[in-house]
Every structure is written in structure tokens, then in C-alpha cells.
């Protein structure tokens, strides 16, 4: 049985439209799930619903056998046993790095707080730190701080709000890797909100792609990229172009690039009008390749090169390239095509 | 061309300042009691009236710190105290004017000729006849007999009037014998002591206590506000205290030259001219005092009191004594 | 840093001296000992003095809390029917002097006035009626009238903090209220503390009110010293001792509140919906005190007011009323500059000795102001006594340069009020985080295009603030007008002084009504400001 049901919920915000609409998806004990969208597509909203801030207008929250939140009737926050590290932290200025840490262990008894704080803070690799005040502190190092605190009382499920938001590129990476790191450690169960799918990416077992406060697709990071649902999802996660393209047959479709052949993924007529997805690892660089594509803007991206190249027939795609090939702009180079997933939608 | 115009405008201004006589005066008497009387000066007279009005602490406080640079000429009180304060602080000037001697009585006037008093503030008893008879009353020491317990009241004793009260029964009967009369009043409190005889005489009026020691004219300005038909049924009653003794207990408005003016002759003028009859109802009617100048009949509330006997020790003594009645008072337990 | 250590304080100093000067006139009567005052003083005044003001000091301190947090949270957290314009009309009571609150509470609430001889004529009794005229009183009426300064920058605080930091704590497992207790009240203890000095240093200097009680402070016994036993200098020594205690209190906030950076965010406010008894218990709560503070208060003035209006309004009050408009905005405007450049000095140059300069220049607010005013006065008169054996060689012919000038008139009351403005600027800067400034410099900002580009325009908020709380205060203040004002230079204070020292409260009413209407506005513009 999951360890979370968020069933069919529904929240609107006082006289305003539903913010979220018939949103439903389980979580498994253990697992790391993140809610993926733009902002304003009611993923933090979802977010504080189980949190216990935000009432439902229709639907159900459970949490292990709890029920947590049905129209009408919700358990407060404090009592969900459920942890929280806020977008901005929301750490508390008067008190120490300890102090805010050991915030929520009122239960235990003093020698075992400290006990607790100093084994959250080693955790989080601060431990030196317990005596500063939270504005002597690094924006990573607050943010350790926050997701220490949030963990210390061992909290069923912890909820993430767009947690490395505040944080620059590089530490967003690293943190997000590190941060996963300590939640398997711990075995914690978790949801991340954000709208950064390389966070996403590096965090999650499990990621919801939200829009207008639905689900549009809930699967592993690697289904999303791979097998999107919907033109919104192929869109959202990873980079990639659609090209139009024409069922040429039962099995086969034909676009610029050539004819590829492989189980239909739509059911329509043959002839029919079709739009595929190419993404930039499915174009190979290969200089004895007849297909040449002229480079219009190139990426470094350390071990490869993100071009963008035009087609002869103005289109453009994207490639992934090895960075030893390095092509200067307006060079032609040898292309080919290496799809292992076929992605199409209908126009 | 410009230029010329407004130094021409400003030396006219300038020769305005310097040609028309001005009297300065600093005053804690308020501005609304002894404007109209500068008014009617400068009407008269010509001679402009300059007034600040302050508290007297602030004046005197002033006057010292401006030493010889001061422009003031003249100093107004509405009490003895104070005039007396300034007169031993070296801040007053001597002087020596028939009319006034004339028009005002000895013991209103300083025996070193420093000051003079202009009105007449008499503090006596308000009693509510439903409470307690005019027969039952007779003089303030009286009031301290156990027979008045939880009858009186009492206005502060941070008020200088009390404190030039108690300074004149320091004068009459020294200290040790004012100190049981004032303890004996603290006894007799009906209730905690106000802050002002206004309050007093309506807590007479309404019956939280029956006799209270008041300045007259705060009784005046509460009838004065009645339709004249009303004023005869009011509840808080006027008595004369200490007729068969010494006297009422008087406290006077009064005034001195200062001794670094800059218009003696002028402040001496205007002192003479409120000592006058032209101006003694003025001064005095306008807040239903008494005039210091007993030749002038009192206003028609003020007089309907009837006549009454003064206590005619010199009002030096109230400003002389008033560091001992404070102190005494203390001692006492009067707030 | 430690390098200039010096250079903020020597900076500031010529703002602190406008305070410290008349502080030290003050002090100097301690070269005149007076041992019989201080005999007698010291046995039969001192012991209770003391203890009354320490009963005020606690009564006030603790009646203000009470009242301006519980209403700051309620109008700036949550939301129950009327909050919109009671979160600002319970502002009002600062346009409200504390001597008229107390004249019109005591006429209402004492044995004589309407209440207990209603309650007399129906039944006949009304003896079980609390005393007004009583220490409860006394801090009623001070905690009613001094409340809206903690309000106002609690209000600040917890607009600030949102509802953030309160949902941090109940996901830690705190309930609503146990998270308010620990994390949003102990976030906004620098304003609070702010606003409690503020009404402290009110409570101590405040003469008006204790006096229409008889209630015997500190104060009534400087006053006691100087007007009755005429020793102004043993006055003044007592409130030395009073600017001492003072000092030691500014200090000890400045050690309690210590090297904690609050860096607020605004948090789009999303507020607590009140339900159940709690909405109508929250509307009743605010509408009751401001019915106390302010509404009756006011009725009363207005039926006062009418009684004398034929009589007594004339022009003349259109002079009082534009006079007392004019001075209070220009020292406002004045102060605020002066304190302005006191909080930029302080950050430039943070060291401990700045620090202390500029607490230094913040002391005259706790001071009695007719003391102040006397130690302002004298040092000016000293300076006329100089220039004017020169002036009158050049041809002058009046008495008075510096004195009775508007412009010294300015600084004086800018010695009293440099606290008023000080707080909420100071307040202000502290939301400018050192990163922010280095984000500036960064961008090649010089320390002067800081000042210019970064910190002016954060402090604009709490720039209104000061200007506006001083303009309220200059309106109300009385002494230090009194005693540096040009001639005939009459204010609608100094028409209250007119009126009140000759007990004539009715008509004392009408220019009180007046100072009320005109602070309404800057007190209005001051809470739509904090929205």
C-alpha cells in the first residue's frame, strides 16, 4: 500500500477559479516524488494541501492509514508529522543554527536534542555551525540548515518548496545530488516542488508534470523524457523540436530526415499529418554522413556540445555533440539519425 | 532700482520698531484673562503691550539665563510666591510709585516695593448644605477636628495656592501646630485629593464630600455659567472661613519691574494704569476675582458672596514660608 | 573597521550635541550640591516617587504590550469582519495628547462625571465604581495613549513576517498559538522593543498626565524641586538622574536586542481567517479600544468644544491652527533629516562608539520637557549675551538674536524628538542586509551612490514614518514651545497650556479638538502607508 494518496483533490482559493482540479497520485514509502511545472500551475498549492494549509473542495488526502484532509475536515499541520523546507527557509532569525534545528524536537528530552541537532547538523555537513545566527550563514549553508530542521523529528514525509530556488546554478546541481543522497540515507520519503526539471531530474524517483492544476504525466524521469504523453510534457521536459512528418505506412513515418520504422505510436490513416519529436540525442554527428546540416549556434557543455543546426530546408534541430568535434558557425557537417524512441503526436 | 526699494522698506521698518513704545511682558497670568487689558492700554495710550505667556518656573528660569540682554520689563503672577521668588532671585527692580501705594493695600504689596498685587485670589470653603451646616463651619484649622473625618476635600498639595495657605498658618501658629492641623486633614479626606478646585466643588455639589477649600472665583466661573435664576439652588455654597479670627486666606495676581528693563518707565506706567479704576474691574472681573484696589466693587457673583475679612499678613510671607509649608506638607502625608 | 571607529562618532557628535548640550546643562547643577532638599527629599518624596514609577513604568510597559500586540497581529495576520479600518483607525489615539485622554477620562469616569451620576440616579449608588483617579487609572490612561507606538511597529513586524514563519513552526509540530509565542513574537522583538522604549520614555517624561491624576512620579517630584521649593537646581539634578536611568535602559535594549541581523521579507500576505467566536471576539476587542482610546474621548472633547465654540472660536484660530501645522512639519521634516543622517552615519561607520553617540542624541525624548526646555534655553541665552554687545555695536537694537528664533525653536524640539525619528528609521535600515549593500558595491557603487542609490530609497517607509510621528508629536508638545517660541507666536498647544493652567477644561477642549483633527491626517496617511 503507498504511503501517500493524494486522491482527486481539489482547491480553489476564495471566489477565485480552481487552482487545482481532480489531482490524484500515490507515493510509496521510500520514494522521492516532485511536482513539475511553470509557475502559477498549482504545484505549491498541492503542496500545502498536504501540509495541511490549504483545504480541499473536493477529494482526499491519506497518509499511511491517516486520513489527512477530506472537504470540510482537515487535521492541523502540526499534527501530520509531516516536515517542510519552505522556498524562502522561512528560518527563524533569533534563534542559533542549533536552536532553529532542535525547533521541532520538543518531545525529546534535553541531552537527546542535543544529541539529535548535532547528528542532523553532521548530516548536513555543518556541523560546526550550531552556535552562528542563521544571517552569518551562506545561502547553501541556510538551506542545510532548513532541511536539518525539517528532518530532526524524523517526520513521516517531507515536503520540499522550490528548495534550491534562492541558489545559484552550480549549488542548485550539487545540493540537489547531495540532498537526495541524505534522504536515501535516511530513507525519507519526500515531494519536491519545483519548476526546474534539472533539479527534478538529479532529486526524484518519481516526477508529476503539472499544468492548470492537473497531472499531466506521472512517471520516472526517464519515461517523461522519453515517452511524453502529450505535446505539453515533450515540450516541457528536455530540449528537443517537432518536425512534421507523415504516416507512410502501418509502421513507418517519413519527415525530412528520412523514413523511420517502428511500432505506430498513433492510430490514424495512412497519409495522415504527424508532428515527431527529435530530441538532440537522437541526431549523431558523423562527419562521413551524406545528411549535412549547416551549424547556426553552438552550446558548450563541457563533455559536449549542444548545436543548433538548419536543414536544408530552413528547419531546425538539435544535436548533441562530442566536444572534441568542434565546428565553427555556418560549417556544414555530416549528420545521422539514431532513434531509439519514437514520439509523435498528431497535428 | 530694486535693491533700493527694499532697503528703503526695511529701514521704515526698522524706524516703526524703533519709534513705537513697547512695554514687554512675560506672564503666567494666561493670555486670554489679560490681553484685552493690553488692548485697551495700547488703545488708551498708544504704547504697545509684547506678552509670553508661560509657566512661572519657565519665566523666571528665562529671565536668569537672559540677565541684562532680557527684553522684558515686566513680570505678571497670578501668585505672591513666585514674585517673591523672583524678587529674592535678584531679578525684579525697586519702585516707588504714589499711585500705586494709593490704590493698592500694604499687605498686598512687597515691604521691599518689588512687586505689587493687582487682584485678589481669596481661598476659603464650598460646603454642600445638604450635607453639612454653615453653623457647623468655622475656620480652617477647624477642619482638622475629627469631626469632619471623611468629610473634606482637598485640592493637591502640589498647588502653590495650599502652599501659600499653609505658609500663612506656618506665620500665625509655626509649624508644629500647622503640622497637626494639616495631618489632621489628611485624616478627614473623603477621598484622594484633585487635581483642581474645579473638580472639587462639583464632588462638593454631587455629595462625595462636604466641605473643600477653594479659590473663590473657580466657584464664580461655575455660577457664571448658570442661568442667574439657577445659581441661588446650586449645591456647593460659599462660606467665609476664619471671619472671627485672622481672616480669609488671600493670595494675589500680581506684578513687578524687572531689573534689567529695557522701558522702566513704561512697565511702571502700565503697572500704575491696572492699579487703576479703569482698569481694576478689568483685570479682576474678567476671571471673578476681587480687585486689589478696594475702591472697586466686584462683579455681581463675586459681590452676592458679600464682604469679607482679609487676613492682612503681608503676601511676602506666603513666597518666604512656601519651602516650609511644601516640606511640611510632605511630612504630612498630604499629596 | 576598528580603523574608524572614531570617525562615525566625531561625525555624529554635532547631531548628539543638540541633545547633549541641554543634557549637560542639566547636568552641571550637580556642581551645586543641595543637601537639605535632598535630606528632605530623600525621606519624605523619593521612596514613593520611586515606587510609583516603577509600578508605571511596569503598569505601562506591560498595558501596552498587551493591547498594541494582540492588535497588530489581529489586523496585520488575520482577518475578521471591520479588520480593513480598524487596522488603521486604531491608530487614531496617537493624535490624542495623553493630558486631554486623561482630563476627558477623569471628568467621564470620576464620581462627578456622567457615568457615576447616571449610575447614581438610577440606583442610587455608585460607590462599588472603580476609582479612575487611582494607579490603575494612571496606567489605564497612559497604556490607552501611548499603545499605538508598540501597534505600529509590531504591526510592521509581523506584516513583514508574514504567515511563513508560523506555518515553519507548525510543521515542526507547534499548534497556531504556541508558534505565535515562539517564533513570531520573539521575530519581533526589535519592533516591539522599539515600540515599548518609545512609551517607556513617554511614560517617564510625561507630567500632563500623572498630574491631572495626583499620581507622584519622578517628574512631579523635579517639578516639586523647581516650582515649589524653587530649586531648579536640585530639579535638575533629579532629572539627571532620570537621564542616567534612561541611558542605562537605552543600553540594556541595545544589549538585549544584540548583534541579530532581522532581515525581513515581505510575504504576500495571506491572512488567518478568523471563524467561530473568534471573528465577533477579535471586531468587539478592537472596537473597545478604540472606543477608550479615542472615540469617547473625542465625543466628549466635541461636546466640550460646542459648549465654548460661540465664545471662544475666533480668527485668530485659523493662526493657531496653521502655526501649529507649520512648525510641527518643518521640525518633523527637520528631526527626520538629522535622524536620517544618524542611522546612515551609524552604518558607514559601525562601530561601538558611534553606536553610543548616537544612542546619546535619542535621550531627550525621556526627558521632562519643561527640562529640557530650560537646558535648551540656557545655553542659547548664554550665546545671545555674547553676540550682542557686537550686534548692538553694528546698529541692532532688539534683545533677542538666537532666542525666540524659529529656527532654534527647530532644534530644540529636534533635541526632544530625535527618538521618535530615529526608531522607525533605524528600524528600516536594518532590513537593508549587508549583502544587498555589497550586491551594490559590486555594481561599482561608491559609499556616497550607496547611500544615494540604495539606502535612501529603502528608507523612504520608514522616512514617512518619522516624519509623520514627529509631526503628531510636535503638534502635541507644549514646553519647549512655550519657552522657545518667537512673541506672540501662539500654537494651538500653547492655547491648551493657556486654558489648562487655569483649570478651564471645557474650553482647553476646543484647541484639543483642533490638534486631534489636524494629527488625524499625517496619523491616517501613516497607516495607509504600512498597508
Not at chain 3, 525621556?366 to 526646555?373: E, Q, R
Request: some cysteine; hydrophobic content about 50%; aromatic content about 8%.
Amino acid at each position: 500500500m503507498p504511503l501517500l494518496i493524494v486522491n482527486q483533490i481539489a482547491i480553489e482559493f476564495a471566489g477565485a477559479r480552481r487552482v487545482v482540479d481532480g489531482l490524484s497520485f500515490a507515493l510509496e514509502a521510500g520514494e522521492i516524488a516532485c511536482l513539475l511545472g511553470a509557475s502559477g500551475c498549482g504545484k505549491t498549492t498541492v503542496l500545502r494541501s498536504i501540509a495541511g494549509f490549504e483545504a480541499l473542495q473536493a477529494g482526499e488526502i491519506h497518509l499511511q492509514t491517516q486520513l489527512l484532509s477530506v472537504p470540510g475536515v482537515q487535521l492541523p499541520p502540526q499534527q501530520r508529522g509531516i516536515g517542510m523546507v519552505f522556498q524562502d527557509y522561512a528560518l527563524f532569525p533569533h534563534l542559533t543554527v542549533a536552536q532553529n534545528v532542535g525547533f521541532g524536537l520538543r518531545s525529546l528530552t534535553k541531552p537527546e536534542q542535543a544529541r539529535r541537532v548535532a547528528e542532523m547538523l553532521d548530516l548536513v555537513g555543518l556541523g560546526e555551525l550550531g552556535g552562528r545566527y542563521i544571517h552569518e550563514l551562506s545561502g547553501g549553508q541556510q538551506q542545510r540548515v532548513a532541511l536539518a530542521r525539517a528532518l530532526a523529528p524524523q517526520p513521516r514525509l517531507l515536503l520540499l518548496d522550490e528548495p534550491f530556488s534562492n541558489l545559484d546554478v552550480e549549488l542548485r546541481e550539487r545540493l540537489g545530488q547531495e540532498v537526495r543522497q541524505i534522504l536515501k540515507a535516511t530513507g525519507t520519503t519526500a515531494i519536491l516542488v519545483t519548476h526546474d526539471q534539472r533539479e527534478a531530474f538529479a532529486m526524484a524517483d518519481q516526477i508529476g508534470v503539472m499544468s492548470e492544476g492537473r497531472i499531466r504525466q506521472w512517471g520516472t524521469p526517464y519515461d517523461l523524457y522519453h515517452q511524453p504523453v502529450d505535446r505539453f510534457v515533450a515540450n516541457f521536459i528536455g530540449e528537443g523540436v517537432l518536425l512534421p512528418a507523415r504516416l507512410t505506412g502501418p509502421q513507418c513515418i517519413e519527415f525530412e530526415l528520412g523514413e523511420l520504422c517502428r511500432t505506430a505510436p498513433v492510430e490514424c490513416g495512412i497519409g495522415a499529418e504527424l508532428e515527431i519529436l527529435i530530441r538532440p540525442d537522437d541526431i549523431q554527428h558523423n562527419d562521413r554522413s551524406p545528411l549535412q546540416a549547416k551549424v547556426v549556434a553552438k552550446a558548450f557543455r563541457g563533455a559536449q556540445f549542444l548545436y543548433t543546426l538548419a536543414l536544408p530546408s530552413g528547419q531546425q534541430v538539435l544535436s548533441l555533440v562530442p566536444s572534441h568535434h568542434n565546428h565553427a558557425l555556418g560549417e556544414l557537417i555530416g549528420i545521422e539519425l539514431e532513434v531509439e524512441h519514437l514520439i509523435v503526436f498528431r497535428k | 532700482m530694486k535693491r533700493l526699494t527694499l532697503s528703503v522698506l526695511a529701514m521704515s521698518l526698522l524706524a516703526g520698531w524703533a519709534h513705537a513704545e513697547t512695554v514687554t511682558v512675560y506672564s503666567s497670568r494666561n493670555e486670554q484673562l489679560i490681553k484685552p487689558l493690553f488692548d485697551a492700554y495700547t488703545k488708551e495710550t498708544g504704547v504697545e503691550v509684547k506678552v509670553l505667556t508661560d509657566k512661572e518656573g519657565p519665566l523666571l528660569a528665562r529671565l536668569q539665563a537672559e540677565g541684562s540682554n532680557t527684553p522684558a520689563d515686566m513680570l505678571i503672577t497670578v501668585d505672591a510666591g513666585n514674585l517673591w521668588q523672583a524678587s529674592n532671585m535678584g531679578l525684579l527692580k525697586t519702585f516707588n510709585s504714589k499711585v500705586v501705594n494709593e490704590n493698592i493695600p500694604a499687605h498686598l504689596r512687597d515691604p521691599r516695593g518689588q512687586w505689587t498685587g493687582l487682584s485678589v485670589r481669596a481661598r476659603t470653603m464650598v460646603y454642600n448644605p445638604s450635607l453639612i451646616k454653615a453653623e457647623q463651619l468655622s475656620t480652617y484649622e477647624d477642619l482638622a477636628d475629627p469631626k469632619f473625618k471623611g468629610k473634606l476635600c482637598l485640592r493637591t498639595s502640589k498647588k502653590v495656592y495650599n502652599q501659600s495657605l499653609v505658609g500663612m498658618m506656618i506665620a500665625q501658629h509655626g509649624e508644629a501646630k500647622t503640622e497637626q492641623v494639616v495631618r489632621g486633614w489628611v485624616a478627614n479626606l473623603a477621598t484622594d485629593v484633585f487635581a483642581d478646585d474645579t473638580k472639587l466643588i462639583e464632588a462638593v455639589a454631587a455629595g462625595q464630600c462636604a466641605v473643600g477649600i477653594v479659590n473663590t472665583y473657580y466657584l464664580g466661573r461655575i455660577l457664571d455659567k448658570l442661568p442667574a435664576d439657577k445659581r441661588e439652588a446650586y449645591p456647593a455654597k460659599l462660606f467665609w472661613a476664619n471671619q472671627k479670627t485672622n481672616g480669609v486666606h488671600v493670595n494675589i495676581s500680581g506684578a513687578g519691574i524687572t531689573r534689567f528693563a529695557k522701558n522702566e518707565a513704561g512697565a511702571l506706567k502700565l503697572i500704575e494704569w491696572l492699579s487703576s479704576d479703569k482698569a481694576q474691574n478689568l483685570y479682576a472681573d474678567k476671571d471673578l476675582e476681587f480687585p486689589a484696589n478696594p475702591k472697586i466693587k466686584a462683579d455681581v457673583i463675586v459681590s452676592s458672596w458679600g464682604p469679607f475679612k482679609q487676613n492682612l499678613i503681608n503676601m511676602a510671607k506666603a513666597g518666604e514660608l512656601q519651602g516650609k509649608a511644601v516640606q511640611l506638607m510632605d511630612r504630612a502625608g498630604y499629596k | 573597521m576598528s580603523k574608524h571607529s572614531w570617525r562615525g562618532a566625531v561625525l555624529a557628535l554635532p547631531i548628539a550635541l543638540l541633545t547633549l548640550i541641554p543634557l549637560l546643562v542639566v547636568l552641571a547643577s550637580f556642581l551645586h550640591p543641595q543637601p537639605e532638599i535632598w535630606a528632605h527629599l530623600g525621606q519624605y518624596v523619593l521612596p514613593d516617587v520611586l515606587r510609583n514609577t516603577a509600578i508605571l513604568l511596569f503598569g505601562v510597559g506591560f498595558g501596552v504590550l498587551l493591547l498594541g500586540v494582540p492588535l497588530a497581529w489581529l489586523t496585520a495576520v488575520c482577518e475578521f469582519p471591520g479588520r480593513r479600518w480598524l487596522s488603521w483607525a486604531l491608530m487614531l489615539p496617537l493624535a490624542m495628547p495623553a493630558y486631554v485622554l486623561a482630563f476627558v477620562q477623569v471628568g467621564l469616569l470620576d464620581f462627578t462625571g456622567p457615568v457615576q451620576t447616571l449610575l447614581r440616579e438610577l440606583t442610587g449608588d455608585s460607590s462599588w465604581f472603580p476609582r479612575i483617579r487611582s494607579t490603575g487609572g494612571v496606567v489605564l490612561v497612559l497604556t490607552l495613549a501611548f499603545y499605538p507606538y508598540v501597534y505600529l511597529l509590531a504591526r510592521n513586524a509581523f506584516l513583514t513576517q508574514g504567515k511563513r514563519a508560523l506555518e515553519a513552526a507548525q510543521m515542526l509540530g507547534y499548534s497556531r498559538p504556541a508558534g505565535f509565542w515562539k517564533v513570531a513574537l520573539p521575530m519581533a522583538r526589535p519592533w516591539l522593543i522599539g515600540g515599548l522604549t518609545l512609551a517607556l520614555m513617554e511614560t517617564l517624561a510625561d507630567f500632563g498626565t500623572v498630574s491631572v491624576f495626583n499620581f507622584d512620579t519622578f517628574t512631579t517630584a523635579i517639578y516639586k524641586s523647581w516650582f515649589s521649593l524653587f530649586n531648579l537646581t536640585a530639579a535638575s539634578q533629579l532629572a539627571s538622574l532620570l537621564v542616567l536611568f534612561v541611558l542605562v535602559l537605552v543600553l540594556v535594549e541595545q544589549r538585549a536586542r544584540g548583534a541579530r541581523a532581522y532581515h525581513g521579507r515581505i510575504v504576500a500576505a495571506e491572512r488567518i481567517v478568523l471563524t467561530g467566536w473568534a471573528r465577533p471576539a477579535a471586531t468587539l476587542f478592537c472596537l473597545a479600544v478604540l472606543a477608550m482610546a479615542f472615540v469617547i474621548p473625542l465625543l466628549q472633547l466635541l461636546v466640550w468644544a460646542y459648549s465654548v465654540l460661540a465664545t471662544d472660536l475666533d480668527a485668530r484660530y485659523w493662526g493657531f491652527t496653521l502655526r501649529s501645522m507649520l512648525i510641527s512639519l518643518a521640525a518633523a521634516l527637520v528631526v527626520s533629516v538629522l535622524a536620517l543622517v544618524l542611522v546612515l552615519l551609524q552604518r558607514h561607520y559601525a562601530s561601538r562608539a558611534t553606536r553610543l553617540t548616537v544612542q546619546l542624541a535619542t535621550l531627550g525624548y525621556a526627558v521632562p520637557g519643561t527640562v529640557l526646555a530650560v537646558g535648551v534655553f540656557v545655553p542659547i541665552a548664554w550665546l545671545d549675551n555674547l553676540l550682542l554687545p557686537y550686534a548692538h555695536a553694528l546698529g541692532y537694537e532688539g534683545f533677542q538674536i538666537l532666542k525666540g528664533s524659529v529656527a532654534v525653536m527647530l532644534l530644540a524640539l529636534g533635541a526632544r524628538f530625535m527618538a521618535v525619528a530615529f526608531q522607525p528609521l533605524e528600524s528600516a535600515m536594518q532590513r537593508v542586509s549587508r549583502n544587498q549593500e555589497d550586491a551594490a558595491r559590486s555594481l561599482g557603487l561608491s559609499n556616497r551612490q550607496l547611500t544615494w542609490r540604495l539606502h535612501l530609497p529603502m528608507l523612504r517607509g520608514g522616512a514617512l514614518t518619522a516624519v509623520l510621528m514627529c509631526f503628531v508629536d510636535v503638534m502635541k508638545e507644549m514646553p519647549i514651545t512655550l519657552m522657545t517660541r518667537p512673541f506672540g507666536w501662539e500654537t494651538l498647544a500653547v492655547r491648551v497650556f493657556e486654558m489648562t493652567s487655569e483649570g478651564m477644561w471645557a474650553n482647553a477642549a476646543l484647541p484639543s479638538l483642533m490638534i486631534v483633527l489636524t494629527g488625524l491626517l499625517p496619523v491616517i496617511l501613516l497607516v495607509r502607508k504600512a498597508e
